[in-house]
């Protein structure tokens, strides 16, 4: 019988149920177990899919749980849990691509993963082309015979653009790549990109996944040979792996994915609809709004449209955010995202482009984001309270 998304945050993963166990699991915590010379091997390189745990850095039982929750959630064979969100993605581009790789990379994505891709990839060998994916057939001209991966964001952090996972999946296996996305802000209630054709899905567990703010975490889900890959050549070697606790945390998040991602998403509309009408506001972007451009894709593609919206002001937004830092206060003026708190932080177009963006069309950027972008991370406070605040913030 098929087990809703609403069930799965509770019970995926869970096995035999057996009387007298605890309906909560604690976190085991211990880094290392019981084991005996025939059952593991001391090398990582030895590690078998039916390896009894041996060492955290390998493999825990609370990590596995959360590990097969989320692959449930995705519809993946297989996930694998890392440190960060970062961490996960570098992972990826680790286990994937070696030097004369050449990875294809949607120009506006995490700040952490375009200053990677920018800094780190090429000491490395790996040639990187960064294009707007919001347009599928710049994926397609970007497309060399030695790409082997192409890894997206949708909705892209912080501006809200969406890429056509299922266009862009028959792109790159068309060229022989394969495709990851980065589907953190989506989540899994929002979208399932390997069911729309991707190879990979990541996500940054610290944002809405855990949703409260309190641990750090990633992963990867995707086909169980290539994470049992990862998990032997990437994550034991590189040592990026989950906390069990921060996992316990995770867990307990999970269990109110659905029901936070509707409120999310109800505030993040009333709070969007309410910036459209404001006299100081020049642009929201969020979308599940109308003026959207690409509004169409948003309805086909996701079922929600999340929390997280951004607008930008008509003028001076450097004074306007060191206005609203000062005035807010049911907002936080904080970085980050997905919490059940709202949040507020500005970032300034010009300091992300010198920083962390290679842009393919830097005047389509300053288009949507103007002087800088307020990124709103609307949380499942009463949305009138928000508004509130907001507008005697504004004044």
Known sequence: MPINLETLVLHGGDGTRVIGEPLAPAPVLSTTYFTHPDA???????????????????????????????????GGEAALSFASGMAAITGLFAGRLKSGDHLVLSDVCYAGVAEYARQALPRQGVEVSF???????????????????????????PILKLTDIAAVAAIAHAGGAELSVDSTIATPVGTNPIALGADYVCHALT??????????GGAVIGRADRLAELRRDVLIHHGAALSPFSAYLILRGIETLPLRMEKHQANARAVGEWLEGHP??????????ASHE???????QMRNFSGLLSFSVKSDSAGMARQLAERLKT????????????????????DILRSSFALADERAYRDRAGEGVFRVSVGIEDAGDIIADFEQALR
């Open 40 to 74: 593991v091997g001391f090398s990582a390189s030895d590690l078998t899919d039916d390896a009894p745990h041996f060492y955290t850095r390998w493999s825990n039982p609370t990590l596995e749980l959360l590990e097969k929750r989320l692959a449930l959630l995705e």
């Open 131 to 157: 294009v707007d994916s919001s347009d599928p057939q710049n994926v397609a001209a970007a497309m060399r015979p030695n790409t082997r991966l192409v890894h997206i964001e949708t909705p892209a952090n």
């Open 207 to 216: 944002k809405y996944i855990c949703g409260h703010g309190d641990a750090l």
């Open 280 to 289: 100081k506001v020049r642009r929201v972007l969020w979308p599940g709004l």
């Open 294 to 300: 690409q509004a169409e894709l948003a309805r086909r």
């Open 331 to 350: 907002v936080s003026y904080a970085v980050s995202l997905g919490k059940t708190k709202s949040l507020c932080f500005y970032i300034g177009t010009d």
